[in-house]
């Protein structure tokens, strides 16, 4: 069975039909946790920006109330893993970054979701999982299947995506267009370009990630995956100092050279800002910009961006990450905090907070005849996750450690210029292999 085919199979097993839902039903559903207050865990980030316009009308619908608990992303983790460990912690639901599923899982410290999909006094019969696109659902989702993190035999449901995202190519339509440009649609023309719009406009060719730890290894991973790389091979050896991968690193090495200055510093948000204010002429990264780009509150350049696919190189690949949804163990209201994971990720709901300017999780609403004329970009989306790789990244146990302590190190090293790419990459293979033998991986 093919992997998607294996998640649309899942859904319908937990859903069935996908009965018309009602509202005396939802009443009925709701009437019992009145009353009672969600903890909610959640970053500082854009997709959840949106959705705190939309929050207040699950209060109105259920009479549950919401605590917000919104963090830094750097901080949310260790929050998280100190709340989760308690007899009983502080959070009923919380926002995860895609690399620490497997962690939390491992660690026996979410739920399931079986268990709630199935009790009828709680799932909505109309929440329809098969319309929660494919990708995004494994990526997120599922732990378990061929290598602990993917769908297949064995793979259960932790989590729901929710901020889930995949990489596409923005660029200023206003600068190709006076320099008769077209978006790149391989990485040779890719890289011409960099120092072409460097030295044409003066400002930044392409906006990136860039800072020490998790941030440079994800604009690393951007381009090692088209490239035709991965970190391990199928037996879980290193092979990310492969021709691939430093071919990878060197391309980034002539993004930060042709870029806004002080890429080596950014995170995600300082790299959205480079571009959202003029200073550089591409981002590649994720589609949660899209709902930013043309605000003009947030944005110098709103009605001068287009999208293309994140550009080829030895084949199509995009990123697939992003940000979920879980329920811890210990969680005090569990039942009513899956509550709000259902209404959030419902179709309507998706829908609001897409107006609202987050990212959309299901094909229902990146089909929406509405949005899609307030959004054109979705046309190129959907596209795009025709590439997207649930693979993208090994998410095992130990994949944070690895991508922070490990990876993150070595690669800022290369970006500022401490190192050459190849002395950066194969000085990694040392550490990278004693964390996985460490962890019982066979290498």
Not at 286 to 295: F, I, W
Not at 417 to 423: D, L
């Amino acid at each position: 069975m093919k992997r998607r085919d294996f998640v649309k199979s899942s859904a319908a097993t937990v859903f069935g039909a996908g009965l018309p839902f009602h509202g005396a039903l939802a009443q009925s559903r709701y009437a019992r946790y009145a009353g009672q207050t969600v903890t909610f865990s959640i970053p500082a980030h854009p997709h959840y920006d949106a959705m705190l316009k939309i929050l207040p009308e699950f209060t109105k619908e259920t009479g549950i109330k919401v605590d917000v608990d919104k963090l830094a992303m750097g901080r949310m983790k260790e929050k998280q893993l100190l709340e989760m460990a308690k007899s009983q912690g502080d959070y009923d639901l919380v926002s995860y970054v895609v690399m620490w599923k497997g962690e939390y899982v491992a660690k026996n410290l979410i739920h399931p979701l079986e268990r709630f999909f199935k009790n009828p006094a709680l799932a909505d019969p109309g929440y329809d999982l098969k319309d929660i696109i494919p990708i995004y659902l494994e990526n997120l989702g599922m732990v378990g299947g061929p290598k602990g993190y993917l769908a297949g035999p064995g793979a259960q449901l932790y989590g729901l995506p929710y901020g889930a995202e995949t990489s596409v190519l923005a660029y200023r339509r206003d600068i190709f267009a006076k320099h008769n440009l077209q978006p790149p649609g391989n990485y040779d023309d890719f890289a011409r370009l960099l120092r072409l719009l460097k030295d044409k406009e003066g400002i930044g060719a392409l906006a990136s990630r860039g800072q020490a730890g998790h941030q440079c290894v994800h604009a690393w991973l951007l381009h090692l995956n088209p490239l035709g790389g991965s970190i391990f091979d199928d037996e879980w050896k290193v092979r990310f100092n492969d021709q691939a991968g430093v071919k990878a690193l060197k391309f980034l090495q002539e993004v930060v050279a042709t870029g806004p200055a002080g890429i080596p510093a950014y995170g995600q948000g300082e790299s959205n800002t480079a571009f959202l204010q003029g200073q550089a002429a591409m981002y590649l990264d994720s589609t949660s910009l899209a709902g930013l780009v043309n605000d003009p509150s947030k944005s110098r350049v709103a009605g001068k961006v287009s999208w293309a696919l994140h550009p080829m190189g030895t084949r199509r690949a995009s990123q697939s990450g992003g940000l979920g949804l879980a329920i811890p163990k210990n969680a005090k209201n569990a039942d009513a905090g899956f509550l709000l994971m259902q209404w959030l990720t419902s179709k309507a709901q998706d829908k609001a907070c897409t107006r609202a300017g987050g990212t959309p999780v299901r094909n229902s609403t990146m089909l929406d005849a509405e949005l899609v004329r307030q959004y054109p970009e979705f046309i190129t989306f959907r596209e795009a996750l025709k590439y997207s790789n649930p693979d993208w990244r090994p998410i095992i146990p130990v994949w944070d450690k690895i991508n922070v302590q490990a990876l993150g190190v070595g690669i800022s090293e290369a970006l500022t210029g401490r190192k050459t790419a190849e002395a950066a990459l194969n000085d990694l293979v040392g550490p990278v292999t004693q964390i996985m033998r460490e962890a019982n991986y066979k290498v």
